[in-house]
């Protein structure tokens, strides 16, 4: 049984974040991740599905562990053992990547599919110059472009973060924190893909660079219409940037809405409690934590893994896994609470 649109189906999933009509760049359906250790499996993806328009922005929130960089690296296929697959399709556009062959794969990320994982800015070659590890991206792809197209590529790219071209010939050291990740945000860009992931693009930053990356982004993404991935813990930075929330816990999506959805509104006691305890101008600053721990995904609890932490918990809660269920247009929720609202 799916997880997310499970009760609404297959068509249900393709509409979750399509009430515009238009047909989503990005497909990820029944995606399931298992790591096999040696204390025994655990389940870090469970079920997932849900699509994304191009130009859309879906912030990706959730405690260390919830499965949020599992699934960048499953929808880019660079899950490594003792982790595995299990089950799942990721299509973007008209491609399904979980089919193609390693060597077709390889050249899907970039062009088709970019990850900008965390701390990307300190993966940077010391040694190299910028301008030869972005020439060093395109080349893998387009072996047989001149390298002055080449040049013109990573210049336009460059220019497109906001980085003077000049940054081509300088090293990682000479540039700050901010003008690093921007350019992993131009190396990411390079071919246009259609999917951008990035993965705490703002942390171990300070607000201001966390705002002019996130900006930076923004610009970006208007340029060649990709579909964003934000995975983060701040949902201040959330709130000013994306269009949709996706609340993942243990492994699951148990709540997707749009930001105004979720910031006012939210439905599921998880992203409830997630949102109460934001510092605001009634509470003071008196913070708010979530009772109880996350839970290890060796040991999941039965039924609802959130049971043994919600306030609202149903003797069902303790059994019964609930199902994914379409609220409206574009909202799913996992909670038994809704079953009748659905
Ligand atoms: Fe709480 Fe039950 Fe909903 Fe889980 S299913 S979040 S335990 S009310």
Not at 153 to 175: I, K, N, Q, W
Request: glycine content about 8%; proline content about 6%; charged content about 20%.
């Amino acid at each position: 049984m799916s997880s997310t649109v499970s009760t609404a189906g297959e068509a249900g999933a393709r509409s979750a974040f399509t009430a515009a009509g238009s047909p989503p760049v990005l497909r990820v359906e029944h995606l399931e991740v298992t790591y096999y250790t040696d204390l025994g499996r655990a389940k870090a993806l469970d079920d997932v599905t849900f699509s994304l328009e191009a130009g859309q922005k879906l912030g990706m929130v959730g405690e260390s562990g919830s499965g949020k960089s599992t699934m960048a690296l499953a929808m880019m296929r660079m899950i490594k053992p003792p982790g595995r697959i299990e089950a799942g399709k990721v299509t973007v556009g008209t491609t399904e990547l979980m089919g193609l062959s390693e060597e077709q794969m390889r050249k899907a990320r970039l062009s088709e599919i970019a990850y900008i994982p965390q701390g990307a800015m300190n993966s940077l070659n010391p040694v190299i110059r910028i301008g030869a590890q972005m020439v060093d991206a395109i080349r893998s792809h387009l072996p047989n472009e001149p390298r002055r197209a080449i040049e013109e590529r990573c210049t336009h790219a460059l220019r497109s973060v906001d980085l003077d071209p000049g940054v081509f010939r300088m090293y990682a050291h000479e540039l700050s924190g901010g003008m690093k990740q921007r350019v992993c945000i131009a190396i990411g860009i390079l071919l246009q893909p259609k999917v951008i992931i990035a993965d705490e693009p703002t942390s171990a930053l300070d607000v201001v660079t966390q705002r002019q990356v996130m900006e930076t982004i923004d610009r970006v993404q208007d340029e060649i219409n990709a579909a964003v991935i934000l995975i983060g813990h701040d949902m201040g930075l959330m709130a000013q940037f994306v269009d949709r929330v996706a609340v993942m816990y243990a492994g699951r999506l148990v709540e997707v809405s749009t930001v105004r959805e979720m910031f006012t509104e939210p439905k599921h006691p998880y992203a409830q409690a997630l949102i109460s305890s934001l510092p605001n101008l009634e509470n003071k600053g008196v913070f708010q934590g979530i009772p109880g721990l996350a839970p290890s995904l060796l040991r999941l609890p039965s039924g609802c893994a959130f049971h043994p932490r919600c306030g609202k918990m149903m003797d069902m809660c303790r059994t019964a896994r609930p199902d994914t269920r379409m609220l409206s247009s574009g909202r799913t929720i996992t909670c038994h609470l809704y079953n009748d609202e659905a």
